[in-house]
């Protein structure tokens, strides 16, 4: 067997295998698809649903510090102008005199000054604003307008008091959200990578200010350690730190875990040093008093916070990315998706290895039990081979066989998709090593 998987062709490959297996389609795509949006398929939804689960447990059950919020995505427009994104949430852009195309203004592809595509002048970069606008209410003028949240962290600030008083938390202590943000990318693009509709998995944790540091080397560590519980291959990993000209209008210190993509080196989370920037633009606009004060402290004072902004379908991505691998097996290129049990779509599939003899009513039953805790696929059609592949390239970690010996001793082959052994186990047995798997141990 050789490995055959090459970087360069990846993403096409990885296009492909989401739209036939049922991962990711374009969006709309009967009328011809709407640019950068997507709709996740049956397998592509349950990943992306066992990914937030995974991103939820690790920020709010297994802690005792960290509060749920889901907040609404239209806000008060005010919100906007305060969090300062009306005025600096912008990317540089430049047209092309020619033929109308826009850039972004730092596109590499602008070295030569003229339109990469026809050769035209540009404009000067003017400032666009990445927030798309919409109306609330039946008129559809200046003072109706409401934009589409671009991150979710404002939903958190704004209701800082309402958590803090309604869970009786100290700081120091954070709030989680997992939602949809939207962004009028100029440049979309790279599949699932950029797009203008995208979900967020971000928490902000407030603090004292004195302790900021410590706090956002906790937070880096955290961060990083999860990436690795999710499977995702560490030399694929990096840290970059922002430079000057680099960080947010909102940040005084900011590091990007980066991933090694097939299109290069990029962002998938940030975690920043907020300061008291939120807080307290939302107190001076308000006149609410978003201070802090508990019996430990002589004075109040407005936290800090620190952030980590996780992009939902940048790590689903990133998962599909890391996990996809092709194998050579006599002549044949095999695609395994070596997904981690933790988050992959299907836990199992359950086979009859033929299709009589008392295998299949034994295989539907052990399928209905196992069905009760974890989502798993019976599957009785074509030669069993055929069916592992169809597994392996779906990213389902194991595959239970009932064969003949299991109508003697009630013994299944379990196949792991990666090491390709097999083990014999009962249900019982079969029961457990999922639920260890699946909890990742
Ligand atoms: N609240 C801070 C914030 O939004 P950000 O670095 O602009 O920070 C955080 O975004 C994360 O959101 C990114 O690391 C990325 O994973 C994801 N993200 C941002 N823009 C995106 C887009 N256009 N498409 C998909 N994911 C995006």
């Known amino acids: 067997m050789a490995n055959v998987n090459t970087q360069a062709d990846l993403m096409d490959k990885l296009g492909s295998l989401c739209k036939r297996r049922g991962f990711v389609f374009p969006s709309s795509e009967i009328y011809g698809g709407i640019g950068s949006t997507w709709d996740y398929g049956p397998l592509g939804a349950e990943l992306k649903m066992n990914l937030k689960r995974f991103w939820w447990d690790a920020m709010t059950n297994r802690r005792d510090d960290i509060e749920g919020l889901d907040a609404a995505i239209l806000m008060h427009?005010?919100?906007?102008?305060?969090?300062?994104?009306?005025?600096?949430?912008?990317?540089?852009?430049?047209?092309?005199?020619?033929?109308k195309r826009r850039y972004r203004a730092d596109d590499p592809a602008l070295k030569s000054g003229k339109c990469p595509e026809c050769g035209g002048e540009l404009t000067d970069a003017r400032k666009f604003n990445l927030m798309f606008k919409t109306f609330m209410g039946p008129v559809e003028d200046e003072a109706a307008v409401v934009y589409l949240r671009p991150e979710t962290a404002q939903g958190i600030y704004v209701n800082f008091l309402n958590v803090k008083n309604s869970s009786r938390q100290k700081i120091p202590f954070g709030i989680a959200q997992i939602g949809k943000a939207f962004r009028n990318e100029i440049t979309p693009?790279?599949?699932?990578f950029r797009t203008r509709e995208f979900e967020q998995m971000e928490m902000q944790f407030f603090i004292h200010p004195s302790?900021?540091?410590k706090w956002f080397e906790y937070w880096r560590e955290q961060r990083w350690n999860w990436y690795q519980a999710l499977g995702i291959n560490k030399l694929r990993l990096r840290w970059h730190q922002h430079g000057e000209g680099e960080l947010a209008h909102y940040a005084k210190a900011a590091y990007d875990i980066q991933y090694e993509y097939p299109f290069g080196w990029q962002e998938l989370e940030g975690v920043h040093n907020r300061t008291d920037f939120d807080l307290g633009r939302h107190m001076q606009a308000t006149s609410k008093d978003l201070r802090y004060s508990d019996e430990r402290y002589t004075e109040k004072f407005i936290p800090y916070i620190i952030e980590?902004?996780?992009?939902?379908?940048?790590?689903?991505?990133?998962?599909?990315?890391?996990?996809y691998d092709e194998i050579e097996v006599k002549g044949e290129t095999r695609v395994f998706l070596r997904i981690s049990p933790v988050v992959a779509p299907i836990k199992a599939a359950i086979f009859p290895l033929v299709k009589k003899d008392g295998m299949p009513e034994f295989a539907e039953k052990v399928y209905q039990e196992l069905k009760k805790k974890f989502k798993v696929f019976y599957d009785e059609s074509g030669?069993?081979?055929?069916?592992?592949?169809?597994?392996?390239?779906?990213g389902t970690p194991y595959c239970i066989t009932v064969d003949g010996q299991t109508l003697q001793d009630e013994t299944m082959t379990v196949r792991d998709r990666d090491t390709m052994e097999q083990t014999r186990l009962k249900l019982p047995q079969i029961a457990e090593f999922l639920e260890k798997k699946v909890s990742g141990q």
Do not use: Q
């Not at 980590?308 to 996990?323: E, P």
């Not at 030669?383 to 779906?394: F, I, K, L, S």
């Open 77 to 99: 427009p005010k919100v906007w102008h305060t969090s300062g994104h009306v005025a600096e949430f912008t990317d540089p852009l430049v047209d092309c005199k020619k033929c």
């Open 383 to 394: 030669a069993v081979g055929r069916r592992y592949a169809r597994m392996d390239e779906a």
């Open 308 to 323: 980590t902004s996780a992009g939902c379908d940048r790590t689903l991505l990133t998962i599909l990315v890391d996990a």
């Open 211 to 213: 302790e900021d540091e």
């Open 189 to 192: 693009g790279n599949f699932i």
